[in-house]
């Protein structure tokens, strides 16, 4: 929470402007500075805590805020300067040690027949400030400066000055000051180590802002000049070695020098700075100070240590690269031997997994005759009994048939007579003795054979013989009529169904089989056989039965193989299998609930908020409530009914105040808030009338803010799904995907979208790049009209930050709030306003509707158009996939452009050395110099391109955000090794180093 402003900033000024009057007298002078310290720090607190306006006032042209409090540091300080130049001239003996005033005059008098630093090019070491060279001090500006030096007033005025610059606006009006930074460094002089420690670090953050580095040195050439040092940074050293007594001092002080000396980037002048501390003795004093008990200052002093840039040792470097070399090609040569070892250890393992493979082809031929044998003995079996079952029913109707027969005989019905020959015949009997026709036989009906089968007719010819028991079947001849003869049997059941055919054995399905019966219109992909084992591409693969009515059913990623050089690209890849996929986790939010407050009449807080919001609204009870009765939004903003409606009354409430009503309390008694709960609390339908007043209100507001929501939804899916070269560029990366998968896992005919976040993790044989950087090469080289295929990309980071499910709740409910007002309207038609609103904003209401019905299906076809689910793939998950995706395209173009840009430029330089190489005799000792000289720079190049350090940019709490990181760690830059370190080399090293030159 920010401090309350106290006081305009002209307040402030006119104080300081007040202690700054050299007409003020001493004693007047004195009562008035015993506040200065209270009033600077008010003042810093305000810079501090205040809104960036109330800075700006302070700074501004009629202020002029900043060159005040910079000329009354400049005052504050002046004694403790003049007594270092006095000291000094007493050293001297040029002046007399009981006047040294005269001396100061006759120094501050040369001093200011310098030109006027404001409007001119003057460097930054011969600005000094206003208040030494534009005026001509006089003993009571001495005394009175003595007098203020004893204070705090130049530690709070440095912090003051530490508040502007942590703002930009401020910043750049003090390093474009002519004396502020000079000012700070000279509060190097006074004599509290804390507030030397506050400017130390104050100009190590500087010097780490882009061009704070120069204005730094140039105020320490003041500092030089104004302090009479002989060399820069003299003063600064010695109070170094004075102040040992102060650690906090003491770890400013290193950490300045250590950022001062290795901050800069040009590597002659980080030797320069780095041997202007060795003359002031530098080195000698950290060797005293190895043993130091502060850890704070120990690894201040050893991240000095670290920085420190020490040629010689790069020289040692240089002369003992060849020995490196030859390591390097020993190391090469063992390398090679294990690839050998490699190659044919797995030229055996691919015999036997081939031999495994000839082995299981065998038994599955095996397996194969096994099931036609068991197929065909089936069949058999199944024939068999067939028969056997024929032959039971046979034996079953030939026993009834000579039941029949002998109950007949019985009956004297038929007759059996035996033959010679072993036959056995059938004659009917009769009562006459002859054989008549009866009414009761059914002629033409005979026995038939074994099979069963039965003759018709009025004169049939003679059956055959009917077999009885085991004896020789014979039919009756010649006989005109057959007794009676049971009904045939029926016809035998139809064959059963073919046995099936055995289980297939584990592990010997087709996906052949897949594909006939759901996708028989699905092509099948062959494996694709890569010359090097490829890396594996860890994308989410869809199924084939997923992929109908999706953007991979209308690509052909084989025809794009043909048109790009896989050779290249097995070369750039042949790597081993990257790490496993990101695993994507679904944040969850934390719902805390609040629970419901359970008040009586009017609980002390409730009261109080309730008189502070009516308060707010400067209306009595009576313009409130008669407000609320015809939803007047005129007389009570919406914002106002918002905060009214958290005071609804609660049933607890409306039966103290009946309660009260009904005892006939006078009301007077009654508080304001009370009155006006006991008026508020009788309006009918008060709840319903305030959210319909709320609903109003804020109509205008809610279709304005989900409108753009919708309309972002529906662009972004259309232009995604519409969008030709989107689908060229998901093409190639299907056919690369498949190159590199298909020996291993198989071709796939699509991929979820959440695959496109893997092309990064996918990374060539050098590690130089990613997937996406050869997708976006290819694209450039093979398919540059697709290249700039985000163009046709709208909306999508607007999209991406729409949450639709809250979009198309937020529309129900102001469908709910317009149906809630239609009803009040139906009940009180004579309202003019509710009547405006429904006629005015219904229509409104029913395009957003329609928008979101839009919106929802345009966004449903999208995610379905790429094989996603609607119901798990909200628009926060489904956009920024493409966001991401886009930006890491770019971000590969430009790599790939710069890479390109680096690749030419040293191969310009390399063929120019090459010539100038052959101009020279090789082996002429200058020639050899010269190489080493060559070996030298191209290590220093490549250590500088090695460091990555960061620069911070001037912008707001840039100047906190230093201060606060070199706090917590010291400053290191990137290419720091210990000078003890640099003479030994071990294997690591050795790689690191001379590998990158081997590159070259």
């Given amino acids: 929470e920010r401090f309350q402003v106290k006081n305009p900033p002209h307040t402030y000024i006119q104080k300081l402007k007040g202690y700054l009057d050299p007409a003020v007298t001493r004693k007047k002078f004195r009562r008035r500075v015993q506040e200065s310290t209270q009033v600077l720090r008010e003042l810093e607190i305000s810079l501090r805590t205040n809104h960036i306006g109330w800075v700006r006032e302070f700074l501004n042209e009629e202020n002029k805020g900043l060159d005040v409090l910079v000329e009354y540091l400049s005052f504050a300080q002046y004694a403790v300067t003049f007594d270092f130049e006095s000291v000094e001239s007493t050293v001297e003996g040029s002046v007399d040690k009981s006047k040294p005033w005269s001396r100061s005059i006759e120094d501050l008098h040369r001093g200011s027949n310098l030109p006027s630093p404001v409007g001119n090019s003057v460097s930054r070491s011969g600005r000094h400030s206003a208040l030494r060279y534009n005026t001509l001090p006089s003993r009571r500006t001495l005394k009175n400066s003595r007098l203020v030096s004893k204070k705090d007033d130049v530690h709070v005025c440095i912090m003051c000055l530490r508040a502007i610059m942590n703002y930009q606006y401020g910043f750049n009006m003090v390093m474009s000051h002519p004396h502020a930074v000079n000012e700070i460094a000279l509060s190097l002089n006074n004599k509290n180590p804390r507030t030397k420690a506050l400017v130390l670090e104050l100009l190590a953050a500087v010097c780490l802002v882009r061009g704070g580095h120069e204005i730094i040195l140039s105020a320490f050439d003041n500092f030089k000049e104004v302090c009479g040092e002989k060399q820069r940074f003299e003063k600064l050293m010695e109070h170094f070695r004075n102040e040992d007594n102060n650690i906090d001092f003491m770890v400013a002080s290193m950490q300045f020098i250590n950022i001062v000396v290795h901050s800069v980037e040009d590597m002659n002048f980080r030797v320069h700075l780095q041997y202007e501390f060795t003359k002031l003795g530098l080195d000698e004093y950290l060797d005293k100070l190895k043993h130091t008990e502060s850890d704070k200052l120990q690894v201040q002093i050893q991240a000095y240590l670290d920085n420190v840039f020490d040629v010689g040792a790069l020289l040692e470097d240089a002369e003992t690269k060849n020995a490196a070399l030859e390591r390097v090609e020993e190391l090469e040569e063992n390398i090679s031997h294990l690839s050998e070892k490699l190659q044919d250890t797995e030229n055996e393992a691919m015999s036997k997994i081939v031999e495994l493979e000839k082995q299981l082809m065998q038994r599955n031929k095996e397996l194969d005759v096994v099931r036609e044998i068991y197929k065909d003995a089936n069949t058999q079996v199944h024939t068999l009994r067939k028969m056997v079952k024929e032959k039971e029913e046979a034996i079953q109707r030939q026993s009834t048939l000579e039941k029949k027969i002998h109950e007949l005989e019985k009956q004297g019905t038929i007759k059996i007579q035996k033959k010679g020959d072993g036959d056995i015949a059938i004659l009917p009997v009769v009562a006459s003795g002859t054989m008549s026709m009866g009414s009761d036989a059914a002629p033409g009906n005979f026995v038939g054979p074994v099979s069963g089968a039965a003759s018709s007719g009025p004169l049939p010819p003679p059956p055959p013989p009917l077999p009885l028991s085991s004896d020789t079947p014979e039919a009756v001849q010649n006989g005109p009529v057959t007794p009676p003869m049971p009904p045939p049997p029926p016809p035998p059941p139809p064959p059963p169904p073919p046995p099936p055919s055995a289980p297939p ?171 006006f709960m006991m008026q508020f609390s009788k309006i009918e339908r008060l709840l319903q009338k305030m959210t319909i007043m709320a609903f109003i209100g804020n109509f205008a507001e809610s279709i304005q803010m989900l409108t753009p929501q919708l309309h972002a939804i529906i662009a972004a899916s259309v232009s995604i799904k519409s969008s030709q070269k989107l689908k060229k560029i998901l093409e190639i990366i299907l056919a690369l995907g498949n190159y590199m998968n298909s020996s291993k896992r198989g071709a796939v005919y699509g991929f979820k979208l959440q695959s496109l976040d893997l092309l990064l993790d996918t990374k060539s044989t050098d590690r130089k790049q990613t997937l996406l950087h050869y997708i976006s090469n290819v694209v450039k080289e093979k398919y540059h009209q697709v290249s700039l295929f985000y163009n046709e990309l709208h909306y999508v980071e607007k999209a991406a930050a729409v949450s639709l499910e809250n979009v198309l709740l937020d529309v129900k409910e102001l469908q709910r709030g317009m149906d809630l007002t239609k009803r009040e309207y139906t009940m009180h038609d004579h309202n003019t306003l509710l009547k405006e609103f429904i006629f005015h904003n219904e229509a409104k209401l029913k395009k957003l509707q329609d928008d979101a019905k839009i919106a929802q299906d345009a966004f449903d076809d999208v995610v379905k158009y790429f094989g996603e689910n609607p119901k798990t793939t909200p628009p926060s998950v489904f956009f920024p996939v493409f966001v991401r995706f886009v930006k890491a395209y770019k971000q590969a173009e430009d790599e790939n452009e710069l890479r390109k840009k680096q690749e030419q430029a040293l191969m310009e330089k390399l063929l120019e050395q090459e010539a100038l190489m052959e101009q020279q005799d090789p082996k002429s000792p200058s020639h050899k110099s010269k190489r080493q000289q060559q070996e030298l720079i191209a290590e220093l190049r490549r250590r500088q391109v090695k460091d990555n350090r960061h620069v911070y940019e001037g912008k707001d709490g840039a100047i906190e955000d230093i201060i606060t990181d070199l706090r917590n760690q010291p400053y290191r830059r990137a290419d720091a090794v210990r000078r003890s370190v640099r003479r030994r080399f071990d294997d690591q090293n050795l790689r690191s180093v001379n590998g990158a030159e081997i590159t070259m």
């Fill in 505 to 675: 054995l584990p592990g010997t399905s087709s996906p052949t089989v897949v594909f006939n019966s759901g996708l028989a219109a699905v092509k099948i992909k062959k494996p694709i056989k890569t010359k090097f084992r490829m890396p594996v591409f860890n994308w989410v693969a869809l199924k084939p039965n997923q992929i109908n009515g999706t953007v991979f059913n209308e690509i052909d990623d084989e025809r794009i193989l043909e048109d790009l050089n896989v050779d290249e690209f097995e070369e750039i890849f042949k790597t081993k299998a990257q790490g496993p996929a990101i695993d994507l986790s679904s944040s969850k939010q934390k719902i805390t609930q609040k629970g419901s407050n359970k008040v009586t009449l009017l609980e002390a807080n409730r009261a109080k908020n309730l008189a502070i919001t009516l308060r707010k609204a400067g209306k009595t009870a009576d313009e409130i409530c008669k407000a609320i009765h015809v939803f007047d939004l005129k007389t009570l903003p919406v914002d106002f009914v918002e905060c009214l409606m958290r005071f609804l009354p609660t049933e607890n409430e409306v039966k103290v105040l009946r309660l009260y009503e009904r005892e006939r309390k006078p009301l007077e008694n009654l508080s304001d808030e009370d009155r």
